[in-house]
């Protein structure tokens, strides 16, 4: 067994679309628009699992993606090989962070805002 699809929950399914292929760097795996249906998957692992951009359009899931957002908790993690280069590539390209990486003994991360009301942490793997 393995994961197939995971899902997020976003403000706005297509603006998030857009930030997460235009500024994180995902592909498009699947998109039906007039059904707010956008998955993106890695370019490192097309094989891998797709991610759902799910709306975020009923009272449960707006209070769960507030409840994290008001105790700092990331709704994801994405891996990454080098935190220190993600971290420079995307505040270059306006994203904003809530720190800057720290490195602790479960290794190198850091969190920013997705824009679609998630904070997302990137963590260092070592692939």
Known sequence: MRIKMCSVHVNDPAAAFDFY?????????????????YVVKSPEDPDGVGLLLEPNDNRVSAKYAQGLRGLGLPAIVFGT?????EYERLRTLGVQFAGAPSTDADGTSVIFDDTCGNLIQLHEDER
């Open 21 to 37: 292929t235009s500024v994180l760097g995902f592909e498009k795996l699947m998109t039906i628009p007039e059904h707010q249906l």
């Open 81 to 85: 090989p080098d935190v220190q280069a």
